[in-house]
Each structure stands twice: as structure tokens, then as C-alpha cells.
């Protein structure tokens, strides 16, 4: 009788467990090359199950997604989950410092949870130039259901990825940079995958409105070099989001959307019915490149106008809207606390890192960039892998760069580049950007506070100039030309986290670096073990998997 007693209570703890789980979300993805031609000009293309754009990522906060990755190309694949954090799991970040690629005609199966996060993503193909043929698409995570959303449940809402075109595959590409040149101008904008030639000719619009009703529109720019103006015609857009963090609720005629930078925005069809332009046009570039769409009203008889909303001049005008975003210090986002709960402007500074970018050729005379005057390269091993492993003296050495680095750097050292971290520190992170071309930078792994931004040289006296109240948490910075952009936070995410250029030429030349945040505790709280699914390579890959070090 006691045997079958316990056996119920242990019966009730096992499905209390189950029951406990968070919920899973799965997807099945078979990657190959296809053909498109949004220019008419045909050009190869990386597809997700015969999609361009790939198939939407649909989930609520805290799910557990699953994604089995089927490689079809004839060359290895990574897939990154873009301002995806991966709390205590670099393991699934999907860029080659913490993962094997996937082998041509193999599949691996990618298993992360959205811990406490909700808003507007994307994912895209790491490895090289990839993510100029495609392979990118949206991923949404919405509020669980308790958690209040500060606005009104939209009529519907709508992706809006938007980015710049190059004609050239991303194995032409390759070919230039490698031999010592640049990409240069791209060819044209696209809105999810395609660009109207003639607004008024036979037009299938992105979607339909009712009148009266409010959509809620997710625009990404997951282009490969420019930033992008989006505007709708006769349309203010109501920002609500920022890359998982609510935001004061203003309203833009149009929003200037740096490379690898997502926003939530809802509109109202309240305009005559008929049909209206969306234009994505790219910004500080010699000429203006344009990609346009259609939005239409039910029952609309009427092309959209010819006159077309201009985009603003100068980045001084996108420096302005970026003071205007402000956190929403009353939301609450993923977790029931308000966002203004967490007080980042009370918190000391532990350690400043000065991040600097720079462009040389490197001994060879080809083109590299750099940061701090190191130019990375991703070793055979994955970074994170060596360390597990103890070998990481093997592949990579920490700190080859400063935290203060030279005013004026003019070479080059081409090396892995890993800064060590450490655990929980709260940082002060500086980017200064000497160039003429706008930078912008995504960190793996976490998100920030933005709190700065101005142009000329950063110096100690610009802390008095910080929002220290209400500046949004998000994940990536856009630098403006001889300026610079501060960021706060703190390192309590443990793993190997991918810090780059979201501009696809400086990225695959070496501006980007890792930084290694390891807990001195080496506690299954603060990150979880090398998966057992989890591919090896390298000079790891005949070694004997080591003991589980977390515990």
C-alpha cells in the first residue's frame, strides 16, 4: 500500500514536470538554391522549403523552438537567430565561433527557448555572404497571455523585411572580396523579396485594410550594407516596439531602419480607399536606390498616387529621430515587472571597452577590417568548442586587443579576436567610428541600453550627456561617420557571444570579435553543458568528449 503510494506521488511529480514545461514549437526546414529575379535579371538564391523570404518563425515567449535544418546546398551552413539571447546556450547561436557548420547533405536539429523575450527578429544564414542570396526570414514573439500589451489587439499585422539587392551571387561576391576589392553600391531595395516596377500597373498588394481598422506592421532591415527610410504613403506609423522592448508610443512619418535593426509599428486605414505606396529607400549613399510595394484598402478602385513621400537628408536628421525613442518604463514586456523597474542608471560601471574601426590592407595588400586593429578570422575549431574542450590555447588568444585602443590604428593583425569578459560585470561599451560610412553592430547574446550617441570623439564628459532613465534595451547600434554611440550592460549571460558588423562586407573581412563570458562557479545556473547532439569539428573531433563541466 505505501509501495503504491509513493508511486502515485512520484506519478504526480513527474506530470507536475511535464505539465511545468514550456511549450514547443517545431519546424522542419530543407534548404536549397533556387532562382529569382525580383530585377528581372535571373540570380541563384538560398531558399527555405522553396521560399523566398524564408518561412516565418511564429512563437510566444519562453517556447521552446526546434528547427531540423536539412542542408541541400553543396556548401556547409549556419543559420543565427538575430537578436535571439540564448540565455546560457551560445551552443545554439549558429555562428561558426560557437557552432560546426552543417555539412552539404546533412541536417542538424537547433533546439532554443525565447527566455523572456518578446517583439520583432529575424534569422539568416551566418557563414560568409550567405545572407546576400537569402535565406532570411521573421521571427515574432508575442506576449504570453498574462503579461498586459500596452496597445489594443491589431485588425491583423504584417512583415515588412526590407534590404538592400545585390545581382551578383553571393559566391561572385565572395570571388571580389577575396581577391582585394570592394562590393560597392548594391543593385536595388527589396520589400519581402520583391520591388513594384510601375505603381500603377497590375499590383499584388502585401495585404488589404479594412477602413477604420489598425495593423501592426514588423519592418527589419535585413539587407547587407545600407541603411533604409521607410515610409508608407499618407500613412503616420505609431512606434509601439523596438527589438523586444516596448517603446514610448510616437508617431513617424518615416523611420530610418539601420542594417540588422527591427521595429514594430502600427498604422490606422483611415485615408480615402485606394491603393498606397511603401517605399524602402537607401540613406547617406551617392545615389538614392528605392524599392516600393502596395497596401490596399477592400474594395479600392484607385492606384496610389505618383507623388511619393521623400525621404529626409543627412544622418543628423536620423540622429534627431534617434533621441526621440524612449523606453516605456510602465509595459511590461516578456515578465510582469514594468521595464522602468530595472534601473541601469544607478548601477556602477565596472570596466570600459573602447571599440574602434578601422580599414587597411593587410601584408598580402588585401582589403580587411578590423576592430581595435585586429581583423578576425574563424579558426577550423569553433572558439566556444576549444574552450570546452581545454584546448583553446590551440586556436585562439584572449585580449589581443585593448580596451584603449591607439587614436589612429593603421595596421592590421589578422587573428582570431576574443575578448574575456567577466561574469556579471556591468559594462560601458564605446563604439567610435572614424570613418565616413554609418557602422552598425549587433551583439549576440544580450541586450543593451543605448544611452549616447553624438558626433565626434568620445571622452569621459560625454557621460554627462547619457540617457540614464529611459534609453531603449535592444541589441543593435548604429554609428554615425566621425561619431560615436555608448552602450550599458551587464555580462550575465554566460557562453561565447558574437559581437559584429552588421555590414556584410566588413563582417566577412574580419570586423567582428568574440567575447567569452564564463561563470567562475561553473554552475548548470549560469550555462548549460556541451549538448549531446552537438556537432564536433576540428582538432576536437577525435578527442574523448570531456566530463559535463557545469554542474
Not at 488 to 509: I, K, P, Q, V
Request: overall charge neutral; charged content about 15%; hydrophobic content about 35%.
Amino acid at each position: 500500500m505505501a509501495r503504491a503510494a509513493i508511486s502515485v506521488v512520484m506519478l504526480c511529480l513527474f506530470a507536475a514536470t511535464v505539465i511545468a514545461e514550456d511549450p514547443y514549437v517545431y519546424y522542419t526546414w530543407n534548404v536549397s538554391y533556387g532562382t529569382i529575379s525580383p530585377f528581372g535579371a535571373p540570380k541563384q538564391a538560398i531558399l527555405i522549403n522553396d521560399q523566398f523570404p524564408g518561412p516565418e518563425i511564429n512563437c510566444s515567449s519562453n517556447n521552446n523552438i526546434v528547427v531540423n535544418v536539412f542542408n541541400n546546398l553543396d556548401e556547409p551552413l549556419l543559420f543565427t537567430w538575430h537578436g535571439i539571447q540564448h540565455r546560457k546556450n551560445s551552443w545554439q547561436d549558429g555562428t561558426p565561433g560557437t557552432m560546426c557548420p552543417i555539412l552539404p547533405g546533412t541536417n542538424f536539429t537547433y533546439k532554443f527557448q525565447v527566455k523572456d523575450q518578446i517583439g520583432t527578429y529575424f534569422y539568416y544564414p551566418s557563414l560568409g555572404l550567405h545572407r546576400t542570396a537569402g535565406g532570411v526570414g521573421g521571427l515574432r514573439i508575442f506576449s504570453r497571455l498574462l503579461i498586459p500589451v500596452p496597445y489594443p489587439d491589431p485588425e491583423a499585422e504584417h512583415w515588412f523585411l526590407i534590404g538592400d539587392y545585390y545581382a551578383k551571387s553571393h559566391t561572385a561576391l565572395k570571388q571580389i572580396l577575396d581577391n582585394g576589392g570592394s562590393l560597392g553600391m548594391p543593385n536595388g531595395v527589396l520589400i519581402n523579396g520583391e520591388s513594384v516596377k510601375h505603381l500603377h500597373g497590375d499590383n499584388k498588394p502585401q495585404f488589404t485594410m479594412k477602413p477604420g481598422k489598425t495593423y501592426k506592421l514588423r519592418i527589419c532591415n535585413v539587407g547587407s550594407k545600407d541603411s533604409l527610410n521607410f515610409r508608407i504613403q499618407g500613412h503616420p506609423m505609431t512606434l509601439v516596439e523596438t527589438e523586444g522592448s516596448h517603446t514610448v508610443q510616437n508617431a513617424y512619418e518615416s523611420l530610418d531602419v539601420h542594417v540588422g535593426q527591427c521595429f514594430t509599428v502600427l498604422i490606422t486605414a483611415n485615408q480615402e480607399p485606394r491603393e498606397y505606396a511603401v517605399i524602402a529607400s537607401t540613406r547617406f549613399t551617392p545615389y538614392i536606390l528605392e524599392g516600393k510595394a502596395i497596401i490596399s484598402y477592400e474594395g479600392a478602385k484607385k492606384h496610389a498616387s505618383l507623388f511619393l513621400p521623400l525621404s529626409p537628408i543627412t544622418w543628423f536628421w536620423s540622429l534627431n529621430q534617434f533621441r526621440t525613442f524612449r523606453w516605456n518604463l510602465t509595459a511590461s514586456a516578456a515578465r510582469p515587472n514594468p521595464q522602468g523597474s530595472y534601473h541601469y542608471g544607478q548601477i556602477n560601471i565596472t570596466r570600459t571597452i573602447k571599440i574602434v574601426n578601422s580599414v587597411a590592407r593587410d601584408a598580402s595588400g588585401k582589403l580587411r577590417y578590423a576592430i581595435n586593429g585586429v581583423s578576425h578570422v574563424d579558426p577550423e575549431t569553433p572558439l566556444k568548442l576549444a574552450q570546452y574542450y581545454g584546448v583553446g590555447d590551440k586556436v585562439f588568444q584572449y585580449n589581443l586587443i585593448s580596451d584603449s585602443p591607439a587614436d589612429y590604428i593603421s595596421e592590421v593583425t589578422v587573428a582570431p579576436n576574443v575578448l574575456n569578459a567577466t561574469f556579471r560585470d556591468f559594462v560601458e561599451i564605446i563604439f567610435e567610428n572614424p570613418t565616413v560610412s554609418v557602422q552598425s553592430y549587433n551583439l549576440d547574446g544580450y541586450s543593451f541600453f543605448l544611452v549616447g550617441m553624438e558626433a565626434g570623439r568620445w571622452s569621459p564628459d560625454k557621460r554627462e550627456s547619457y540617457n540614464l532613465l529611459d534609453a531603449v534595451s535592444r541589441h543593435t547600434v548604429q554609428v554615425f561617420p566621425n561619431s560615436w554611440s555608448a552602450i550599458l550592460l551587464t555580462f550575465d549571460n554566460a557562453g561565447m557571444w558574437n559581437l559584429r558588423s552588421d555590414n556584410a562586407e566588413n563582417r566577412y573581412l574580419g570586423q567582428q570579435m568574440y567575447v567569452s563570458v564564463l561563470s567562475p562557479e561553473k554552475s548548470l545556473r549560469d550555462e548549460y553543458n556541451l549538448p549531446l547532439t552537438q556537432q564536433v569539428c576540428g582538432i576536437v573531433k577525435d578527442m574523448p568528449v570531456p566530463a559535463p563541466v557545469y554542474h
